[in-house]
């Protein structure tokens, strides 16, 4: 029950002023009122306290509400974490196990080697035993030319046959570190959730976004609700910076930049004296590349988008940026009115080289 409107400023009943109300029967009375056998063992306060008191509740809701999702959101990243490094652990276990598989097929090749060696060797001396033997013979006969004919020569030395260290121990983070790279995506920009409406839903990585249902959002001062749109996570003001997006089907997007003071919750136009340098597609009858690159050069007042199929400039926006320019991304539903195709942001491929 929601307290009484405190325009309600006499008692209908006692025709007295309304100085009080009762946090029990949630309604304001008179001095009267308060002192009568309905309301006299009941907890009451001045009325303009309780007004106070209904708004410090109202803030209290809405705050409580705050702490609720930020708990939420840092549960969510929580497992996020230990999810990409449990991918890490694997990827290190995997490697560990591997080199010591590696090290354990080298050590049976080489045991056999060994073996091998020890086998000759046990023959030679059995042999050399005999020809000591018909040595000794010999001597006794004085027979040298047979010394000559029939020396041995030594056993072979068993080369060869030491595990390799250094193929299993040199530069191994580096090698270890040169295989990770490939197992990892990059995207130069990342979208940041805290700016995105509440209809588009960002993916784990935060570099792909699609149209959804609403979602319950806090209205923090950085989040848009004019248009269906998203920001990017960082801001520049100086320096060449450059990304791709994959536009795939959908029919209804526009990318570009935008300075920092846009309006975020009221209507304006996406043009430069809003602070948007934007392209984009709203009908969904015109023909655009699937991947498109745009390449902000602040220091020369640029911003370019190119058919990255072909590398063909599509326009050209040349300005005076003033402020933190950030990435922006907007996208809508179809012509269907159905879940649009989602806005990705291509990851660069990583490398790893050495002077």
Not at 65 to 77: C, D, F
Request: glycine content about 4%; aromatic content about 8%.
């Amino acid at each position: 029950m929601e307290p009484y409107p405190l325009f309600i400023f006499y008692c209908l009943i006692h025709n007295e002023p309304l100085k009080v109300f009762c946090n029990n029967d949630l309604e304001p009375i008179c001095l009267i009122c308060q002192i009568s056998m309905q309301h006299k063992v009941h907890q009451c306060c001045p009325i303009e306290i309780s007004a106070i008191l209904d708004s410090l509740r109202k803030t209290l809701r809405s705050l409580n509400n705050k702490k609720k999702q930020m708990e939420e959101t840092k549960a969510y990243i929580q497992v996020t974490i230990k999810k990409e490094f449990r991918v890490l652990h694997q990827f290190l276990w995997d490697e560990e196990t591997n080199q010591l598989k590696a090290l354990k097929q080298e050590e049976d090749t080489k045991v056999q080697v060994m073996r091998k060696k020890m086998e000759d060797t046990v023959k030679q001396i059995q042999r050399l035993s005999s020809t000591i033997s018909e040595t000794e013979s010999a001597l006794k006969v004085k027979d040298l030319p047979f010394l000559l004919v029939n020396a041995l020569p030594d056993p072979a030395a068993a080369g060869h046959i030491l595990i390799h260290s250094a193929k299993h121990l040199g530069i191994l983070k580096f090698k270890i570190w040169k295989k990770m790279a490939n197992t990892v995506k990059y995207a130069p920009v990342i979208l940041d959730p805290n700016t995105a409406q509440p209809n588009l839903e960002l993916s784990q990585g935060l570099t792909s976004m699609h149209y959804s249902r609403k979602q319950f959002l806090p209205d923090n001062p950085e989040r848009c609700t004019n248009r269906v749109c998203v920001l990017g996570a960082t801001g520049f003001t100086s320096g060449l910076h450059s990304w791709t997006v994959e536009l795939g089907q959908a029919k209804d997007w526009h990318i570009g930049v935008v300075r920092e003071s846009i309006k975020r919750k009221s209507t304006n136009c996406l043009n430069p004296d809003e602070g948007f340098w934007v392209i984009g597609l709203s009908d969904g009858d015109s023909l655009w590349p699937e991947r498109i690159t745009v390449k902000l050069d602040l220091n020369k007042g640029k911003v370019v988008f190119i058919n990255t199929a072909t590398s063909t400039v599509i326009y050209t926006f040349k300005d005076k940026f003033t402020e933190k320019i950030y990435p922006y991304f907007s996208l809508g539903l179809n012509e269907e009115w159905k879940n649009s195709s989602p806005l990705t942001i291509c990851p660069l491929t990583i490398s790893v080289n050495t002077e």
